[in-house]
């Protein structure tokens, strides 16, 4: 699907584009499989005007690239992504129960500049290596520099939560605090 083919759509979900393609999800999930540099393949759904991952199944072997759409929340994401997921270039601001909507994920590549609130979360979700951006990492908000110091440990227990929270309040950043 182009995006001339979606433009007319102004808040769609994967679940409506499948309606519209009189498609099943594994037929329009292969679809938008793309083989990248070095064999890393991604499902890729840039620029579909969603506004909802609501249809996605629930384990995708494959990274998930869903930036540039217009996506306000992860609810309806799978909740295991083998690979990394890319939200940036979303108005997403707060990573509020994240955990909930992504229990596993390699890493996440957002906009931390936008993100303004419930980060641990993060701490909660199983294999999560990595938070990116594509600006230099000295460019990077406090609270993403002090999250990722945890992010990277081998073996995160709710001590680490508990101790970064502590961090992070430390450092006048209550609201990054909160899952």
């Not at 384990?59 to 609810?75: F, G, P, R, T, W």
């Not at 980060?119 to 999560?128: A, F, S």
């Amino acid at each position: 699907m182009r995006l001339n083919e979606v433009a007319h759509y102004s808040r769609g979900s994967i679940k409506d584009l499948l309606t519209q393609r009189k498609t099943g999800i594994d037929t329009f999930i292969i679809d938008k499989l793309k083989a990248l540099i070095g064999g890393h393949k991604v499902y890729e759904f840039r620029y579909e005007n969603l506004s909802s991952l609501e249809g996605l199944p629930h384990h995708l072997k494959y990274s998930l690239d869903v930036s540039d759409n217009k996506l306000q929340s992860l609810v309806g994401a799978p909740k295991i992504i083998d690979g990394e997921l890319n939200i940036q270039d979303n108005p997403i601001y707060s990573l509020e129960n994240i955990h909930h909507h992504i229990q596993a994920v390699r890493a996440i590549n957002l906009d931390l500049s936008k993100i303004n609130s419930h980060v641990l979360g993060l701490l909660k979700i199983k294999r999560l290596e990595n938070i990116y951006d594509n600006i230099p990492r000295a460019s990077y908000p406090k609270w993403a520099k002090i999250i990722q110091e945890y992010i990277r440990k081998d073996h995160r227990s709710s001590e680490d939560l508990f101790e970064c929270q502590n961090v992070l309040i430390e450092a006048d950043l209550d609201e990054y605090a909160k899952l």
